[in-house]
């Protein structure tokens, strides 16, 4: 079945055609109206920005800096003494601030001071960065390790990377599981001992390690009591043997060796009681220059500082060589976001050119970065790591065995 539609008069038609063109005319109209009243809202807000008191704009400004100010959380650094100058922490907090992170970095304090030290305030949460030294990364079944995250070497933010010593970037001490990096290299030195020329004349000067040993050194003389590997390796070296002949043998699970050579009537534990009671001081974080002292026990940095306020004092040269250290900028695990970003600008600044070049001339470090020139003391990077005596990381048994010795002869002078 089939439906019509009625056809349309002359009169409705012209009717239907009216009708359309009022509704098209009424919304133009309103198109008209809608510009008009944007154009209107536009123009006042255009008059009040021209019109609006420059001070006051200011003020509001000013209002606003200070509140994100406030609200700047800390990127706590974990450092050593005299790594980080307050000339570079305020650079490095200028640098955050112009790019809008909300972070100030702050020194931990106190100084690093050791292994165990570090390892239990980052453990504890009291820091975001941290300079360890290589060897503390797996000393100890890798306890820290476990604490840290891995570095992006092709962060954006880390543009000075790419300018380091390649030879420094991929140590399998300071690497996890999957082959990545730990750390970011910053600067290494050695276990040196300084003798003041002042009062010690050329023909006088120590040449051999075995001479701290003898009865005219005696409290003339100063020693580190935080890392006491170094004291025993001094011992050890005094007998022929590598520094780290302890953990040589419990990497190789010679234990038989080990007993008898950490006997309480035995040789090395003999010659490292000597050591300690020869010793006119043992310090922690960092030397002092005590007057009696004529030769103290340094990483570097201080020898700079007191040569500038007079003093004259001379790296020993010992014919037995010096044990080596890589110190490292490292990010404790869970930092994330913009934290981390503001983290590997704090990095990347200290291992730029112009750090870089003070830890080498004025803190008696050989510098990461290959921008930089060859330390006169130490000598090549390269060379200085390749030499044998680059300090491991202990593990558990070894690490043990010279705590207890060290102890023994700490314990012989108190």
């Known amino acids: 079945m089939h439906l019509k539609c009625p056809a349309l ?8 055609i009216y009708s359309k063109f009022r509704l098209n005319l009424q919304v ?9 009243t944007l154009k209107l809202f536009l123009s006042v807000i255009f008059m009040a920005v021209i019109c609006f008191p420059t001070s006051l704009f200011a003020e509001i400004l000013s209002e606003r800096n200070q509140d994100a ?15 980080v100058t307050e000339t570079e922490l305020k650079d490095v907090n200028q640098l955050l601030s112009d790019k809008g992170y909300p972070f100030t970095a702050e020194l931990v304090t106190p100084y690093a001071e050791g292994a165990q030290q570090m390892f239990d305030l980052i453990r504890g949460q009291k820091c975001d960065v941290a300079f360890l030294t290589l060897f503390f990364i797996k000393m100890e079944n890798e306890q820290t390790s476990t604490l840290l995250q891995a570095i992006n070497t092709q962060s954006p933010r880390l543009t000075n990377y790419r300018e380091l010593r390649q030879s420094l970037t991929h140590l399998p001490m300071g690497l996890n599981a999957a082959r ?33 040993w003898l009865p005219k050194w005696k409290n003339k003389f100063s020693l580190n009591e935080s890392q006491p590997w170094y004291n025993l390796g001094l011992a050890l070296m005094t007998m022929g043997k590598s520094p780290f002949a302890l ?38 974080a960092s030397p002092k ?31 037995e060589g010096d044990m080596v250290w890589l110190d490292t900028i490292n990010f404790v695990k869970g930092m ?9 600008i704090f990095a990347n600044y200290f291992i730029g050119k112009k750090v870089q070049s003070r830890i080498s001339r004025d803190l008696s470090m050989v510098a990461a970065s290959s921008k930089v020139e060859v330390n006169k003391t ?28 060290t102890d023994k002869s700490i314990n012989t002078i108190k």
Request: charged content about 25%; hydrophobic content about 35%.
């Open 378 to 405: 130490l000598g090549d990077a390269d060379k200085l790591f390749d030499s044998g005596l680059f300090v491991p990381p202990y593990d558990a048994i070894s690490y043990s065995v010279i705590k207890r010795m």
């Open 69 to 83: 100010s406030e609200k700047k959380q800390s990127l706590r650094i974990l450092t050593w003494e005299g790594y």
């Open 247 to 284: 953990h040589n043998l419990a990497l190789s699970d010679r234990r038989n060796e080990i007993v008898n050579m950490i006997r309480s009537g035995g040789e090395l534990q003999h010659k490292t009681n000597t050591l300690y009671q020869n010793a006119g001081h043992l310090w922690a």
């Open 9 to 16: 008069s002359l009169s409705d038609n012209k009717k239907f």
């Open 336 to 344: 994330n976001g913009l934290k981390l970003e503001a983290a590997e």
């Open 289 to 319: 220059f005590k007057p009696k002292l004529e030769i103290v026990s340094s990483w570097g940095p201080e020898i700079s500082h007191e040569n500038k306020q007079g003093g004259n004092w001379q790296k020993i040269n010992f014919k």
């Open 180 to 212: 990545e990096p730990l750390y970011i290299p910053w600067g290494g030195g050695a276990y040196g001992f300084y003798v003041d020329r002042n009062k010690v004349a050329k023909k006088d000067v120590p040449q051999s390690v075995s001479e701290l």
């Open 28 to 36: 133009e109209n309103l198109q008209i109206k809608r510009v008009f």
